[in-house]
């Protein structure tokens, strides 16, 4: 059998399909009807600029406060060529590759409605470079979010000319050498066509869609690793009641609570008689806490699936209505919300799994201070709660808003900006931060637990627990940790963690990013 195909068409992508096509390496086709939408928005383009004498923004004219220059139409191509090599000006950090090929991909996507003014050739070769994991450098820095991802797009698209650099494989090339490789002249850009793959949404949408796949798995994780964590310290299952819930209906909190209740079905610790009356709020609040990150998650979900099946682009084209509209639909506000959102959210699911890492080293509940049987001459679990309360402290800092800054730009023309990006590229640190806040919880709860034998979890705890023994070994004395700390984490990014049954949840929290590329 072949390799498999996605099909690009009008039909909407969906969180799930993404990431089956990027999970399974599936190669790119556009469909015949995306390729007569393109082609015939690309004709009514070609016959509007030749019957009108009235300048069309970004099409005769220049860009930005230079909209009121018009261009000659011998010149127009030139116009759209000097326009991807000026606006390219990243700064900073590469992408990861990941990220990029999700940019080609909802690049090609936004392309394929007909309402860009694209030729067919263009996107045409743009589904090339994905088949051949092409992979543009680019760089982090550059947009403001608001006309479009410009900088970023730019860099995307200089491999259409046969400039810049890209990824090969592990290999960075020079566009020109991987041109000549695979027989692609460099493309003449038409009107409209350089503004068309800069202006858009593409980065930031990328940068939301992988980090709302990597949230879905976290937190998952942080469900898992927080009810283990409750059966160590010997908590309470009360609070965790459907009754309590009930009385306070939010979906993220009866969501984590139901779910809590049934990793623990079938644990001895936590159906024990208890001492105590209560537990500390990072273990009694998991559904209040974890199920308010769920609830702003879905938010963020929302806005991201309606934005990677949209037209983004500036001017948008209309060739049955005979429109031509310069508007605003590259405007990334409600993507930047998004994304502070997201960085909030995170940075509570890991505010509160270092609480209950440092509940667990406590001395209390029958458990040795700091996890080691001899306190005093081993340190034991100390430090690694160390390492997670800088991490928790960073992800705070991370989550001060981006999307509230705006920046004047182009000679006022842009007089509000979005900072969109900056907001997707701050997540993406908070996203990464939360994996070893997680992974470090999980080390001292699988420790904590050690010390409950004979007593046991539940049947889907300890199998979880089994699995990440084989990983990382019970700690007897003082050792260099940080190995046990990085293997931890590595579990964490291997793991699909099947969760005991339980009803559909809202925009797909059961989707995971395992990418091989």
């Not at 948008?316 to 605003?328: K, M, N, V």
Request: glycine share 6%; with cysteine; hydrophobic share 40%.
């Amino acid at each position: 059998m072949g390799q498999e195909i996605h099909q690009i068409t009008t039909e909407k992508l969906d969180f799930e399909r993404i990431a089956k096509i990027l999970n399974q390496n599936m190669q790119l086709e556009l469909s015949a009807e995306a390729y007569g939408r393109i082609l015939r928005c690309r004709q009514y383009l070609d016959q509007k600029i030749a019957g009108q004498t009235e300048p069309i923004y970004g099409v005769t004219t220049g860009f930005g406060s230079l909209c009121d220059t018009v261009i000659s139409h011998q010149d127009l191509s030139t116009l759209q060529e000097n326009l991807v090599k000026s606006h390219a000006c990243g700064m900073g950090e590469e992408v990861p590759r990941i990220i990029v090929k999700m940019m080609l991909l909802l690049k090609i996507q936004s392309l394929s409605y007909g309402h860009s003014g694209v030729q067919p050739a263009t996107v045409d070769r743009l589904v090339q470079m994905y088949n051949h994991n092409v992979l543009p450098v680019v760089y982090q820095f550059g947009s403001l979010g608001a006309s479009g991802d410009l900088a970023p797009l730019a860099h995307l698209s200089l491999p259409l000319l046969g400039l810049g650099e890209v990824y090969l494989g592990e290999k960075k090339v020079k566009a020109s050498e991987v041109c000549a490789r695979y027989g692609w002249e460099p493309l003449t850009l038409q009107s409209k066509e350089g503004l068309a793959l800069l202006n858009g949404t593409q980065f930031m949408s990328a940068y939301g869609v992988y980090l709302c796949l990597r949230t879905f798995k976290l937190s998952k994780l942080a469900d898992i690793i927080g009810a283990l964590s409750l059966d160590a310290f010997d908590g309470r299952i009360e609070p965790f009641h459907p009754l309590i819930q009930a009385i306070r209906p939010h979906k993220g909190q009866i969501r984590t609570a139901q779910r809590i209740t049934n990793l623990l079905a079938g644990s001895q610790l936590i159906a024990r008689q208890k001492a105590h009356v209560q537990d500390p709020y990072s273990f009694r609040c998991i559904p209040q806490v974890h199920g308010a990150s769920k609830d702003s998650v879905n938010y963020v979900a929302y806005v991201f699936a309606n934005e990677i099946n949209s037209v983004t682009d500036n001017p948008t084209i209309f060739p049955e209505e005979d429109l031509i509209i310069s508007a605003g639909n590259f405007h990334g506000q409600p993507l930047a919300f998004a994304l502070d959102n997201l960085s909030i959210a995170v940075a509570e699911l890991g505010n509160i799994s270092e609480r209950r890492t440092y509940q667990l080293l406590s001395g209390k509940r029958g458990l040795p201070h700091f996890l080691v049987a001899s306190p005093g001459l081993n340190s034991g679990f100390m430090i690694p709660q160390y390492t997670a309360a800088s991490i928790v402290s960073m992800n705070k800092q991370l989550a001060t808003p981006a999307s509230v800054d705006s920046i004047e730009s182009s000679q006022g023309q842009e007089d509000h900006v979005s900072m969109g990006a900056n907001a997707a590229t701050k997540a993406f640190r908070s996203v990464n931060n939360l994996e070893m806040i997680l992974a470090i919880e999980l080390y001292n709860a699988a420790q904590a637990m050690e010390f409950r034998r004979p007593q046991k979890s539940s049947p889907y705890l300890e199998d979880f627990l089994a699995k990440y023994r084989k990983e990382v070994e019970f700690v007897t004395t003082d050792k260099m940790m940080y190995e046990d700390m990085h293997r931890s984490v590595e579990f964490l990014q291997q793991v699909i963690p099947e969760l005991p049954e339980e009803g559909d949840f809202k925009y797909h929290f059961s989707t995971d990013l395992n990418p091989k590329i």
